[in-house]
């Protein structure tokens, strides 16, 4: 799979958009990005995944450029629930499964 | 829908007995995934399994580490005579077939070693 690079932390003020980062300069065509977060002393909670299209669920908007090798997570209102360890991973994706492999990911710090 | 289930949340052994941690997948899931978590450390892969089949070991420790998905029941991750080092959070996972394989994961069980 291609390795992610993430900023370590980012802050945000409650009620603003939080834009997580993230660069994938050698993701291959079939390669999805998914995003994850951990909030401490929780498993990791499934948060949106794409391809190449933007895509928008009740929790987040990925925006991925056209190149496929950046993308940002956007939490457009966020609250201090939202605190918590964000992960970028690409993963191809086909119907014998690929295991995640996290890295770092960017500890977000929602103040009030 | 119930989640990944696994049990149990905390677990207490003392070095050199033998702990298991129990797994459920989320309904329809084929796929299971084991990851642990050191204290202050990232998620590391550990196992990936389907039923009566191990895919991937590639993350387990070569020693006293086993795991396995039978036919029926849960996933059981075993590790034998566990030592202060083991002491961790472990999380399972699971995906359907298809779908995207969008992995889903539980809320971990907490070895302490003592």
């Known amino acids: ?10 802050d945000c003020a409650e009620g603003r958009a939080a834009n997580l980062p993230c660069n994938h300069s050698t993701i291959s065509g079939n390669e999805y990005v998914y995003w994850y977060r951990q909030i401490h ?3 990791p909670q499934y948060i949106i995944h794409g391809l190449k299209n933007n895509e928008t669920n009740e929790m987040a908007s990925l925006i991925i450029t056209e190149d496929r090798k950046s993308s940002t997570l956007i939490l ?10 964000y992960y970028c991973i690409v993963r191809g994706n086909s119907n014998s499964g690929y295991a995640l492999n996290f890295g770092k990911g960017t500890s977000l710090l929602v103040t009030p | 829908n119930a989640g990944v289930m696994q049990n149990p949340r905390h677990l207490v052994r003392r070095r050199g ?8 997948p989320m309904k329809g899931h084929s796929h299971v995934y084991w990851y642990r978590q050191l204290p202050e450390e990232g998620l590391k892969f550990m196992v990936y399994l389907q ?14 580490f086993s ?16 030592v202060r080092g083991d ?8 995906s359907p077939l298809g779908d995207g394989n969008t992995i889903y994961f539980g809320e971990g069980s907490w070895l302490t070693v003592v």
């Open chain 1, 1 to 10: 799979d291609a390795k992610t690079t993430q900023p370590p932390s980012m």
């Open chain 1, 41 to 43: 002393s929780q498993g």
């Open chain 1, 76 to 85: 457009p209102h966020a609250t201090l629930r939202d605190t918590a360890v």
């Open chain 2, 17 to 24: 007995q033998e702990a298991r941690l129990r797994c459920s």
């Open chain 2, 51 to 64: 039923k009566e089949n191990i895919i991937d070991e590639s993350g387990m420790p070569k020693e006293r």
């Open chain 2, 67 to 82: 795991a396995e998905f039978p036919k029926e029941g849960p996933s059981i991750l075993r590790i034998q005579q566990v």
């Open chain 2, 87 to 94: 002491s961790a959070a472990y999380f399972c996972a699971s």
